[in-house]
């Protein structure tokens, strides 16, 4: 499992068989799996507890582990089954009203999807934490070419290729900033030119912006939000999505399929809500 996690997680400490204190309790809780990853001043922590049972992961089960995030003040976890889960564990997980993320994953998804519970992307100074709705998985693996992301995510059940052809699929990367591109209006400006030039059919309109909520006392990020349609190939419209930093930009982007953009289009701005922009500081022995 730990070894998993370390490949799956480059950079990450993951540490096994932890105890933490619990705040509520007062205390020390066991935790099987504890991966931490520190983005300049913000830590992410993920909680792993594993379900080696003869039966599937129950309501109780996923009750407990709640707890136990919530005392130890973890707000990621994931509950890693042998046998599965039942449809009442999985609907309290949906239900969950607390600011805590759980997933319930088989080692089989495990091994094959290339992260958990979000996805950690940096460029410079800028890094982003941007989470997964549920039924959808993280793929963190960097795709070069056109069109080029630092990850991809997509509905359960699909490979990256098959959701890019007959699903939705959402892709993000940073844009850092320049003397040449100051700003995020700027950054987007440059892209409707780029994919007009290549495609003079192509147009794009914006659209009003969807909410962005302050995170621990920080303001809430400009956003910019626009769709664009650009060829018959891509099987519907492309919404795109930019969040503001002061040195950089987030672009998350949609490929949407025609006529669904009412089932996916809140999902990227739920996506958007969700996601944590914050200063990238890698200390030297991480550069080394």
């Given at each position: 499992m730990c070894g998993a996690l370390r490949r799956l997680l480059p950079g990450a400490i993951v540490r096994q068989n932890v105890r933490l204190p619990g705040v509520k309790t007062g205390t020390a809780r066991q935790i099987d799996v504890l991966v931490e990853r520190g983005l300049g001043v913000f830590a992410l922590k993920i909680?792993?507890?594993?379900?080696?049972?003869?039966?599937?992961?129950?309501?109780?089960?996923?009750?407990?582990?709640?707890?136990?995030?919530?005392?130890?003040?973890?707000?990621k976890g994931v509950l890693m089954t042998t046998k599965g889960?039942?449809?009442?564990?999985?609907?309290?997980i949906q239900n969950e009203s607390?600011?805590?993320?759980?997933?319930?994953?088989?080692?089989?998804?495990?091994?094959?999807?290339?992260n958990i519970g979000c996805a950690m992307l940096w460029k410079g100074p800028v890094a982003a934490v941007v989470s997964h709705p549920d039924t959808w998985v993280v793929?963190?693996?960097?795709?070069?070419?056109?069109?080029?992301?630092?990850?991809s995510m997509y509905p359960l059940g699909h490979t990256r290729d098959s959701a890019m052809r007959r699903s939705a699929f959402v892709y993000g990367n940073i844009v850092l900033k320049s003397?040449?591109?100051?700003?995020?209006?700027?950054?987007?400006?440059?892209?409707?030119?780029?994919?007009?030039?290549?495609?003079?059919?192509?147009?794009?309109?914006?659209?009003p912006l969807p909410p962005r909520v302050s995170w621990a006392g920080r303001p809430a990020e400009n956003t910019l939000f626009r769709v664009g349609h650009v060829l018959e190939t891509y099987r519907g419209p492309e919404y795109s999505l930019y969040i503001d930093h002061p040195k950089g930009v987030l672009?998350?982007?949609?490929?949407?399929?025609e006529g669904q953009d009412e089932t996916y289009v809140p999902i990227l701005e739920w996506i958007a809500e969700k996601t944590l922009m914050?200063?990238?500081?890698?200390?030297?022995?991480?550069?080394?």
């Open positions: 909680a792993v507890d594993c379900k080696c049972y003869k039966r599937k992961v129950n309501v109780n089960d996923v009750e407990r582990f709640l707890g136990m995030l919530d005392d130890v003040r973890v707000s889960y039942s449809k009442t564990a999985l609907k309290r607390r600011d805590i993320e759980l997933k319930i994953l088989t080692a089989e998804r495990l091994s094959e999807f290339q793929d963190n693996e960097a795709t070069p070419g056109s069109p080029a992301f630092q990850f003397d040449r591109e100051p700003t995020m209006e700027a950054i987007a400006d440059r892209h409707e030119r780029d994919v007009i030039r290549d495609v003079p059919s192509a147009s794009f309109r914006r659209l672009v998350l982007v949609l490929l949407c399929p914050v200063d990238c500081v890698q200390r030297q022995n991480e550069r080394n």
